[in-house]
């Protein structure tokens, strides 16, 4: 009879520890010729801006995670902008690096921060840039990876809490886009 309890409370005891390491499913996001990964379902909204090249649309997909949420991440957010293909058709690296130098500039003074670092990248065959911006008078950290595919900007971006802006779950946000 002991030994049966004991077996049960163990049992019990290791079901509960299973479950307290499960991580809540993300869910797959796809539009138009890209798909990637969010923790749930992420808001939908659109802006209009005026740009020295053309007046443009900026599609913005982002999800905010809840103060009761056991995330690093408070934001996570993907923006897709077209733009007009007449100014991609041969584009040099001085244009290129030209157009990401004014977006994150752009970006900098949107958030009124920091920038704390900027890195060439790439994604697949594409040219792109990663930044880390100091946000929110210094608590916070903004990850940004701008990609030109294209004539379309995707930027992909987490924001965190300083000191907590390398995570699990930002690798696998960045990791998980890809186009379709």
Do not use: H
Not at 66 to 89: A, H, I, M, Q, R
Not at 101 to 111: A, C, L, T
């Amino acid at each position: 009879m002991i030994k049966s309890f004991f077996a049960s409370i163990t049992l019990f005891l290791f079901l509960l520890l299973l479950a307290s390491f499960k991580t809540k499913d993300w869910v797959l996001f796809q539009k138009d010729n890209f798909i990637i990964l969010f923790p749930t379902y992420p808001s939908i909204d659109s802006t209009f801006i005026e740009s020295k090249l053309a007046n443009l649309t900026v599609y913005t997909f982002m999800y905010e995670s809840t103060e009761s949420e056991d995330d690093s991440n408070l934001v996570y957010g993907l923006s897709v902008t077209d733009y007009p293909e007449k100014y991609f058709l041969s584009p040099e690296k001085s244009f290129l690096n030209g157009l990401f130098e004014g977006m994150i500039k752009g970006v900098v003074k949107n958030v009124n921060g920091v920038l704390l670092s900027e890195k060439e990248i790439d994604f697949k065959t594409y040219k792109g840039r990663e930044i880390k911006i100091d946000c929110a008078d210094g608590s916070a950290i903004a990850t940004m990876k701008i990609i030109l595919i294209k004539n379309r900007i995707f930027a992909l971006q987490t924001i965190s809490l300083v000191g907590k802006e390398n995570n699990n779950n930002a690798i696998k946000f960045y990791r998980s886009f890809d186009l379709r």
